[in-house]
């Protein structure tokens, strides 16, 4: 996986809108180049750790709650420390944010990491995403495929 682009959509897609990873990640199967490794990951952010240090170009997507409106994504290269408060706006317990600075710390954070984060609201179990965060889910899934067919072609 080291030479790859890797896409890795995280949550749990049996809870409403913490499903939008995997969704995104739906959405851009068959869109996408063989260079390009679509990744669903439960959430368990130490796990994701092992991800993080055998590849070189990574885009996680995962939902938070930050009490912005239902579906507004938010993005950060890594390049650069993540905001203090993206550390504790997640749904898992060690929230994307955190994970991503601790790979820092242990220089296991690829050379090229971009964060997406579409603001949920509604978690309930078998509860399918709200219509915000599909809204979302769908324009972030065209924004990546533009992005990869101009990047990765």
């Not at 579906?71 to 420390?81: E, Q, V």
């Not at 997640?90 to 955190?98: F, I, M, Q, Y």
């Not at 603001?119 to 533009?146: C, D, W």
């Amino acid at each position: 996986m080291s030479n790859s682009c890797v896409i890795v959509g995280i949550g749990n897609p049996a809870r409403g809108d913490d499903a939008a990873g995997h969704e995104v990640l739906a959405r851009l199967r068959g869109r996408v180049g063989h260079s390009t490794v679509l990744l669903e990951h439960d959430g368990n952010m130490m796990d994701l750790l092992t991800v993080l240090q055998n590849v070189r170009d990574v885009t996680l997507i995962d939902v938070c709650v930050s009490g912005a409106p239902a579906g507004t994504i938010l993005r950060f290269d890594a390049a650069r420390p993540l905001p203090a408060e993206l550390r504790t706006h997640s749904t898992h317990g060690l929230g994307l944010g955190a994970a991503v600075e601790l790979a820092r710390a242990l220089q296991v954070l690829p050379p090229r990491c971009i964060v997406y984060l579409i603001e949920g609201t509604g978690f309930a179990l078998g509860e399918r995403p709200s219509q915000a965060v599909q809204a979302a889910i769908g324009a972030l899934a065209q924004a990546l495929a533009a992005q990869l067919g101009a990047v990765h072609a």
